[in-house]
């Protein structure tokens, strides 16, 4: 492990006339964007660092988050979104601060056809969290888990993001800028927490603490590791409908370089360690200390998986079933899909493909759960 998987973009920070108040102006700084940082040195570390470092696709990030927010804060009488300049007046107990960040990143690659012409197939998905933080005391207020999936052919298992760059940028800004992307409930939450500082996005908070994996299923999955990523992913996206889904802790740190960057783009700057925030004796100075919510939900999440095979001959037609089991605070959510392939049985190998697309389809709606 070489380095923590993170990409920090700075989106913009909104100030507030009146702190744990009814909120007036809300005003947006420009966004920056950090390095990539990786949980393992892949070969896409470079090559999303510069697909997420694109110019227009910063300028329309910027604009789609705004209209996100402003469609939140429409939500609220007499609660304005606006651009911020550096002449605006800086109150630093009363900033909020948005983070877009990568978690993780998960490319598959599925072998067909024969040894002479083997044709590679999969996705590549892209884990992200959308994280509101009041930067008077680095609270986090707000968190909306999002997945971005691209799928790809070739005939090489050593592709480039690069031919993808333009529908990943497309689906991350497509986050900010459909109306339907959020649920009604974590829609009208991100609503309440830009009317007031004190409210937290959520009633309760939730974290998956620990994803097992049957024995039939260790078996069956090649890469655990990329499977068990995937269903973090998923499963954070699905519970945030109800919950204000906690990120990893080992973010932490690059949580704290993000909002100390967007800051000292007012030319103000941070001293940790304190347990009370206010300026310091350097006017352009204050002291903060990280407050995260504590998860009153700790969730297990359970997969396992199973194929049933029919005959056709020189086909196999297979079906792919998934069940994930959520539990936690004493509830049980089920969810059972399967896929059905069709595969020659000349196919010199089949991998994980099919259980991957399973486990989306187990993991895409808890309403259509059993609990």
Do not use: W
Not at 58 to 73: E, I, P
Not at 177 to 188: E, F, G, H, P, Y
Not at 192 to 212: M, V
């Amino acid at each position: 492990m070489t380095c923590r998987f993170c990409c920090i973009l700075v989106l913009f920070a909104a100030l507030f006339t009146a702190v744990c108040a009814e909120a007036g102006e809300l005003y947006i700084i420009p966004s920056a964007i950090g390095k990539v940082r990786n949980k393992e040195n892949d070969r896409h570390k470079a090559e999303l660092e510069v697909i997420l470092k694109n110019k227009d696709f910063r300028k329309s990030l910027r604009k789609g988050v705004l209209g996100f927010l402003r469609r939140a804060a429409a939500k609220n009488e007499g609660v304005n979104i606006k651009r911020a300049e550096y002449n605006t007046e800086f109150d630093p107990n009363s900033i909020l601060v948005p983070l877009l960040f990568v978690d993780n990143v998960v490319s598959f690659v599925d072998e067909f056809g024969s040894s002479e012409q083997k044709l590679y197939k999969g996705s590549v998905y892209i884990g992200l969290n959308f994280l509101l933080f009041q930067a008077a005391s680095e609270s986090l207020v707000y968190s909306a888990p999002m997945l971005v999936s691209v799928p790809y052919l070739n005939k090489t298992p050593n592709f480039s993001l690069e031919p993808l760059a333009g529908q990943i940028r497309a689906a991350i800004v497509g986050f900010f800028t459909d109306k339907k992307r959020l649920k009604v409930n974590a829609q009208d939450e991100l609503g309440k927490c830009l009317a007031d500082l004190d409210h937290l996005f959520s009633s309760s908070t939730c974290e998956i603490k620990s994803i097992s994996l049957s024995k039939g299923t260790q078996k069956r999955i090649e890469n655990q590791d990329k499977y068990k990523a995937l269903a973090q992913m998923l499963a954070s996206q699905a519970l945030s409908s109800e919950h204000m889904v906690l990120p990893p802790k080992s973010r932490f740190p690059a949580f704290r370089r993000g909002l100390h960057a967007a800051v000292s783009m007012f030319g103000i700057s941070f001293q940790q360690g304190a347990e009370k925030s206010g300026f310091s004796e350097r006017d352009n100075v204050y002291q903060t200390s990280m407050r995260m919510p504590k998860p009153q939900t700790e969730y297990s999440l359970t997969i396992k998986t199973g194929t049933k095979d029919n005959d056709l001959g020189p086909f196999i037609e297979r079906n792919y079933t998934t069940a994930a089991i959520l539990q936690g605070d004493g509830e049980t959510i089920k969810c059972i899909k399967g896929v059905v392939a069709t595969i020659a049985k000349r196919h010199n190998k089949v991998s994980d493909v099919y259980f991957y697309n399973s486990l989306i389809n187990a993991l895409s709606d808890l309403n259509q759960c059993k609990r």
